[in-house]
């Protein structure tokens, strides 16, 4: 509600009238499936309660001008002449408007103001909620019928093609279709989702490290370059076709690298679906362990864990009430998440917080995430 406030609050000051549309698309943690989105496999994120917003209005002329809060920054661009400048974050919003073109929309300009208390490079995917907030903002005002498989596919394609970054569909597609109280399982190759509850009794809870990704993209790059070489030699479209029997039989055949990328990205796809399974029938220990073994397979097999994260998730899997924990995102820095018994949160909380202090001399900044619904606008408030 706040930043709701503060953005409509910032338009009348920036633009001197009140914003007619509001938008918003949420952030996500993901519980379990990791890397595995682009291999063409299963994820289990949910949307969480914090997000971007943006408060516009459309206006006639051939600029669309946007104020970000976070960076006390105007930036306009012209949607007859999109160019790229590497300009910073209006990048993400440019690159939207040049893919929803490239699909044969036709745009309207706007101005408006953007806010969000989603951290950045936290690892709960800032970057795809500006992406979806920026197409339903277009899609609002353009009569652009809102279909959210279809823009978070889009989104994914300004963030590969013209941010640079070469990241799975996950993060878009939870930003653009998550459930109150639900996480989704999400097959990345026919896109079909099933909503599957959290277990009775439990909360999730993200564990920022404070530390953060810096400039990593290539590894993210390489990994997807190894996963890539290894389905190539098993002759399959990606990892997700094969199974851990057949790599298995072959893969004293791969060299030690491939061999350890390959086998997070496969056990990861079965410790997936598993996961799901215990949340249907609401086994919070089994989903709990599920979590754990993923965090072991990303620090030694995908290595994309660091020195804070193994410091984080070991300080919450020690605390009573914790049934899992493990870094989540893309790695590199930024948060853990841990399942957690609701009656114990709060001194789960303090503890964690504490134990991460001493073991790293830094500050978390610890927040209790609810599942949360997707991408939405709002004309009258
Ligand atoms: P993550 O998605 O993990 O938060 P990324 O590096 O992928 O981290 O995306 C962060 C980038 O998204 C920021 O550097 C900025 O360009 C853009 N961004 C995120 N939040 C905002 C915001 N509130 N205003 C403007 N740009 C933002
Ligand atoms: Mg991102």
């Known amino acids: 509600m706040a930043i709701q406030q503060d953005v409509l609050e910032a338009f009348e000051q920036q633009f001197g009238t009140s914003a007619e549309i509001l938008v918003q698309s949420p952030g996500r943690v993901n519980l379990i499936g990791e890397h595995t989105d682009y291999n063409d496999g299963f994820v289990l994120p949910m949307a969480i309660n914090r997000a971007i917003w943006i408060a516009l209005q459309p206006v006639t002329g051939s600029e669309v001008t946007a104020y970000s809060l976070a960076f006390d920054e105007t930036q306009t661009f012209d949607l007859s002449d999109l160019s790229h400048t590497d300009a910073g974050w209006i990048e993400y919003v440019k690159g939207v408007a040049a893919k929803l073109q490239e699909a044969g929309h036709q745009l309207t300009d706007w101005q408006g103001v953007i806010g969000s208390d989603i951290p950045m490079g936290a690892g709960l995917s800032s970057s795809a909620a500006i992406e979806l907030a920026t197409a339903q903002a277009f899609a609002a005002i353009s009569d652009i019928p809102w279909q959210p498989k279809e823009m978070a596919l889009l989104s994914q394609k300004a963030e590969n093609e013209w941010v640079g970054m070469k990241s799975g569909i996950m993060d878009q597609m939870i930003s653009a279709v998550g459930e109150t ?18 277990p009775d009794g439990t909360v999730v809870v993200v564990l920022d490290t404070s530390t953060r990704r810096g400039l990593v993209d290539s590894k993210y790059n390489e990994r997807r370059e190894q996963c890539e070489q290894v389905a190539a030699y098993f002759g399959v479209p990606a990892l997700r076709d094969v199974s851990l029997e057949a790599f298995q039989a072959r893969q004293h055949e791969l060299e030690d690298l491939s061999r350890m990328r390959a086998r997070h990205v496969i056990t990861e796809n079965d410790r997936t679906l598993d996961a799901a399974e215990a949340m249907r029938k609401g086994d919070a220990v089994k989903l709990g362990e599920l ?13 994309i864990s660091t020195v804070e994260l193994d410091r984080m998730v070991e300080c919450a899997q ?10 989540t995102g893309g790695g590199f820095g930024g948060s853990a998440v841990a399942l957690v018994q609701t009656e114990e949160v709060e001194q789960f909380v303090e503890e964690t917080r504490q134990c991460y202090e001493e073991k790293t001399g830094l500050e978390a900044s610890i927040y209790i995430s609810e599942a949360s619904a997707g991408t939405s606008y709002i004309r009258e408030w």
Not at 183 to 197: F, H, N
């Open 318 to 327: 020690g605390q009573e009430g914790c049934y899992g924990a493990r870094m």
């Open 181 to 198: 109280g639900h996480a989704l399982l999400i097959d990345c190759r026919s896109l079909d989702t099933q909503s599957v509850p959290l």
């Open 291 to 303: 979590m754990n073994a993923s965090h072991v397979s990303m620090r030694d097999d995908f290595e």
